[in-house]
């Protein structure tokens, strides 16, 4: 996926190792406490490597932060657009800061751990392990970049629009909803060309990152199940924001 050259597109994947996504909601900002990092016994930890990386044309550092840069400036001219419409001004979210090693980019005082990306209210920034994230874009395929950026966008407007709920799973199946819709509406509008084989990697991609079938829904942190979280970013693909509660 991109806004200009296209890509090979990936087959299936068997066996997906990349750890769970976890969307930190830092303290203020009308969003829940922190949320942390899930247990190791609770998530795959293995980030797919050589062995594991689909070999194609879409491998490199440069390319994924290409992806990245692209995704952050659609993101932005899409709510950009949206809150216009409705006669809101729109303020873009701070900043982008991937790092490197837990504990280089705190979110109020609590440092960010390894295999993560997050959306820190009380700073409004988005940071993401680079490592994790170029290994989850070698094995997923770079729409899963645009997913993962649309999803940490969608909590920045969240907070921009006042929603909080009681349960984390309920803000972050709205979050996956909210980053169909850009993504939907935007390859709509003729923004975005999908390729062969991004709808897959979308489902894929979204199926990953969900909650292992033990996790209670209620616990704080679900994120929701493979299942609930296709569901949710189909829904808001397919129907754009109407479909995402956003009142």
Not at 21 to 32: H, M
Not at 37 to 46: G, L, N, T, Y
Request: proline residues 4%.
């Amino acid at each position: 996926m991109g806004t200009r050259s296209r890509r090979a597109s990936r087959g299936p994947v068997a066996a997906l190792l990349i750890a769970a996504l976890v969307s930190l909601a830092c303290a203020g900002g009308g969003l829940a406490e922190p949320e942390g990092e899930r247990p190791a016994s609770e998530r795959s930890q293995a980030s797919p490597g050589a062995s594991t990386t689909r070999a194609d044309s879409t491998t490199s550092v440069a390319e994924f932060e290409q992806d990245v840069a692209d995704a952050q400036e659609i993101a932005e001219r899409y709510w950009a657009a949206q809150f216009k419409e409705s006669g809101q001004r729109f303020q873009p979210i701070r900043r982008i800061t991937p790092y490197q090693r837990a504990g280089e980019v705190s979110c109020g005082g609590q440092a960010l751990p390894r295999n993560n990306a997050v959306y820190c209210s009380q700073g409004d920034f988005i940071a993401y392990d680079v490592a994790w994230s170029v290994a989850a874009f070698r094995q997923v395929g770079d729409a899963f970049v645009f997913y993962l950026l649309g999803h940490e966008y969608a909590h920045g407007i969240q907070v921009r629009l006042g929603i909080n709920y009681s349960f984390t799973i309920q803000q972050e199946l709205q979050a996956d909803c909210m980053a169909g819709a850009y993504l939907g509406d935007s390859v709509r509008a003729g923004v975005l060309t999908l390729a062969e084989g991004d709808l897959d990697e979308f489902r894929e991609g979204v199926a990953a990152v969900g909650d292992d079938p033990d996790q209670p829904w209620f616990a704080e942190g679900s994120h929701g199940t493979a299942e609930q979280r296709t569901d949710s970013f189909f829904r808001g693909y397919e129907r754009s924001l109407e479909a995402c509660d956003l009142g």
